[in-house]
């Protein structure tokens, strides 16, 4: 097993049930051990594949992002959202398009477009290289778990191959990241969106947020026991830090009142 190979997967399908077999799945496929992240919006998802990016440090690796709503997508798609993919350095990203997923992937510049994948073409791929059997392709573009049965096989390809048919589309298509909480931690931190430059801070060292008034303090050592603030926050890429908001040995999500994809500002 190559130690120099990460493998993260960051998904909405997050029960017992569905996280075992996708990650039994990988195991069979990719050169690595799988990090597995769950989430509940494609905001999360959005926050957590920067982090991941910034964890890998764009060496040889493939993170994969699934997460799309459930409701109305008839409307929209054949089946769910489409698949796309891009390079970062050396790493690999395979992802829904829908929705804000790769909202702040854009808005840190990490990638300017995706190529979306045509999954009964990147099937019929797989049987010619003999990844799967006839009747397996037959029933992967129909799939209702495809975070199973098609994203690990176009990963396994796609680190053969580099590259597959696909049409290029331009993230400035995609929806903005709104200026909001996109995850909570287990100390009650939030981890928001924001970056400096996104935040006015006036004379006396505060920022106006949607909910109130809080001391911007850079580091958290430097806010005191119980107090509150607008702090930088170890999230996003290192020169360019996601502000999280909180309560110095308290739980700023309750104190404050708060949840993930809750507005600030």
Not at 31 to 54: W, Y
Not at 69 to 91: A, L
Not at 96 to 109: H, N, P, W, Y
Request: hydrophobic share 45%; aromatic share 8%; net charge negative.
């Amino acid at each position: 097993m190559k130690t120099n190979f990460f493998s993260v997967l960051i998904t909405d399908c997050l029960d017992e049930n569905a996280r075992g077999r996708q990650l039994a799945r990988l195991a069979t496929l990719l050169p690595s051990a799988t990090a597995f992240v769950g989430v509940r919006s494609d905001l999360e998802a959005a926050g957590n594949l920067v982090d991941a990016l910034a964890a890998g440090e764009g060496g040889e690796g493939v993170i994969l992002v699934n997460v799309a709503p459930r409701q109305h997508v008839q409307d929209t798609w054949e089946n769910g959202s489409p698949f796309g993919y891009f390079w970062f350095k050396k790493t690999l990203v395979i992802a829904t398009i829908d929705g804000r997923t790769l909202s702040l992937v854009r808005k840190l510049g990490l990638a300017e477009s995706i190529n979306v994948l045509h999954i009964p073409t990147v099937v019929e791929i797989m049987y010619k290289h003999g990844m799967v059997s006839k009747g397996e392709a037959a029933q992967i573009s129909d799939t209702q778990f495809r975070s199973l049965e098609f994203v690990p096989r176009a990963a396994a390809l796609l680190l053969e191959e580099k590259k597959l048919p696909a049409k290029e589309r331009s993230l400035k298509d995609d929806p903005e990241a709104p200026l909001s909480i996109w995850w909570i931690d287990n100390f009650g931190n939030c981890k928001t969106t924001l970056l400096h430059q996104d935040i006015a801070v006036t004379g006396e060292g505060t920022v106006a947020l949607s909910f109130g008034v809080l001391p911007y303090v850079p580091r958290l050592r430097d806010v005191s026991d119980g107090a509150r603030a607008l702090i930088q926050g170890s999230s996003g890429m290192p020169d360019r830090r996601f502000l999280e908001i909180v309560v110095q040995g308290k739980d700023a999500a309750s104190e404050l009142n708060l949840f993930s994809g809750m507005e600030v500002l």
